[in-house]
């Protein structure tokens, strides 16, 4: 992953490591998008070095204790557990992409 930034002025591209907060101009790229791309001649690319961060792989240990705690979630009997299901005719369909829908609460205004 990295992200990429332009300046337009410098005619340069700057490809770096992920940013870790969304700025305006600034597109984030997977690692195949991010090794071929390529910028309109006379432009520079500036590649910036990635830091040697491996993500750790969880483990067993990590995998069970967040089935668990899915599970105990999910047996709740507590009224206060989580969401509620609402009112289905307070629903709204604002939009629909194959098997996903965006929805909103009728009641609340957008």
Same mark, same amino acid.
């Given at each position: ?15 770096? *490591? @992920?940013?870790? !907060?969304?700025?305006?101009? =600034?597109?984030? @790229? =997977? ?7 390529? &910028?309109? !001649? ?7 070095? +990635? *830091?040697?961060? @491996? &993500?750790? +792989? *969880?483990? +067993?240990?990590? @995998? ?17 557990? /989580?969401? !509620?299901? /609402?009112?289905?005719?307070? &629903? &709204? +369909?604002? /939009? ?10 009728? !009641?609340?205004?957008?």
């Amino acid at each position: 992953m990295a992200t990429l930034t332009y300046v337009y002025a410098d005619s340069t591209a700057v490809l770096g *490591p @992920l940013a870790l !907060q969304a700025t305006p101009g =600034c597109y984030d @790229l =997977c690692a195949t998008h991010a090794s071929k791309m390529t &910028v309109p !001649q006379g432009w520079e690319v500036i590649r910036l070095a +990635e *830091p040697d961060t @491996l &993500v750790p +792989e *969880p483990d +067993e240990d990590d @995998l069970l204790a967040l089935a668990n705690a899915v599970r105990e979630v999910g047996f709740s009997d507590s009224p206060n557990s /989580g969401p !509620q299901p /609402g009112n289905p005719d307070s &629903v &709204v +369909e604002l /939009g629909r992409r194959g098997h996903l829908r965006v929805i909103a609460d009728a !009641q609340r205004r957008i």
